[in-house]
Structures are given as C-alpha cells and as structure tokens.
C-alpha cells in the first residue's frame, strides 16, 4: 500500500511539472537596437540623444575585476547569435536600400507602421514611377525584415511561435530610432510626426 500510495505521489509530481522555455528578451532588445542602429543609422539629432550616465564612484582594482567577471558572465548567457551568413546578408539588403527608401520617409510617403514595418503612407507628390519604386522598396524591406526575425529565431532555437515577440521587440527599435521628422503610428494607429 505505501508503494502505491508513493508511486502515485510520484506520478502526480512529474504530472504537475511544466516546462518553461526561456525567451532571451532582454537579449533580443540589445540586438534589435544594434541591427537597428548598423542598418538605419539611429536617429540623426545627437542633440536628442540622451545624455549617458557618469559614475564618479571609484572602485579598487580588486573590485573593478570581479565586476567585470560578473558583467561577462552575465553577458555571455544573455547573448545571441545574430552573425550568421543568414542573417548578415540580409542585414546588408536592409543596409544597402535604407538610403533608397530614406528619401521617401523624409517626404513623408513612407512610414514606420505599429508593427514596425513599412507602409505607404500617402503617394502625395510621387509620379506614376516613383509610386511603383515606393511599392517595390516597402515591400522588399518588409519581406527581409520578416526573414530577419524568422532568421534570429531559427540560429538562437527559439520556437517559431516566438517570432512575434522577436518582431514586437523590433518593432519598439524602429520606432524609437526613427529620425525626427518621419512618420510613425502611434498605439492607436493614428500617423504622426516624430
């Protein structure tokens, strides 16, 4: 009876036990602000930039190593991997066409959606062509950009059911370092300048 009665404790133990798989988020923020920041520049004002924080406490050379013992260690379980072939080609596609697309964003054409994709935002202005190189800009951008998440899920095995949160956290990036002066959708989706 107190084998059983064990035995079916136990069972109802590993029954109860659930897996938590990790999303390396904090991780995936610092990489979506450098891929960012390495395809589109960041925000053009420096002016606007906050100013980074001064420590004047001093440390002794004991303490200074230990610290950076704990910092690397920390670092290297929250890195990722975002320097595969894969994905630094399609860092350079994203790279090599913001100067195209960047023209069309000052002019208010293009804008920067909630999701952080493109999106025409009014063809104001532009000839038949330029309607057509507009089109054909946002949607190879949006389409590398997507690749780019599915990509960093896929080198870092995070689940594909992550990749909506991989984009969300990106989109945050293209918000946030968008120039002055661009478009952007707010929560509500209405557009406005930054």
Request: charged share 25%.
């Amino acid at each position: 009876m107190l084998k059983r009665l064990v035995f079916l404790t136990a069972l109802w133990v590993s029954a109860c036990v659930t897996v938590n798989i990790y999303f390396p988020a904090a991780a995936v923020e610092r990489a979506a602000d450098q891929i960012v920041k390495e395809t589109w520049g960041g925000p053009q004002d420096p002016a606007k930039a906050p100013p980074k924080p001064q420590s004047h406490l001093s440390y002794s050379p004991k303490r200074l190593a230990a610290l950076s013992f704990i910092g690397e260690a920390q670092a290297q379980e929250a890195d990722i991997n975002v320097s595969n072939p894969a994905i630094r080609a399609l860092k350079d596609s994203i790279r090599n066409r913001s100067s195209a697309i960047k023209p069309f964003m000052d002019r208010g054409n293009i804008g920067i959606a909630l999701d952080g994709l493109l999106a025409i935002r009014s063809p104001d202005g532009l000839n038949l062509k330029e309607r057509a190189e507009t089109k054909q800009l946002v949607d190879a951008e949006n389409r590398d950009r997507e690749n780019l998440y599915g990509e960093i899920a896929k080198a870092n095995n995070i689940s594909r059911d992550s990749i909506p949160r991989i984009k969300a956290i990106f989109a945050r990036s293209w918000l946030d370092q968008a120039q002055s002066g661009w478009w952007i959708q707010d929560p509500q989706g209405v557009w406005r300048r930054k």
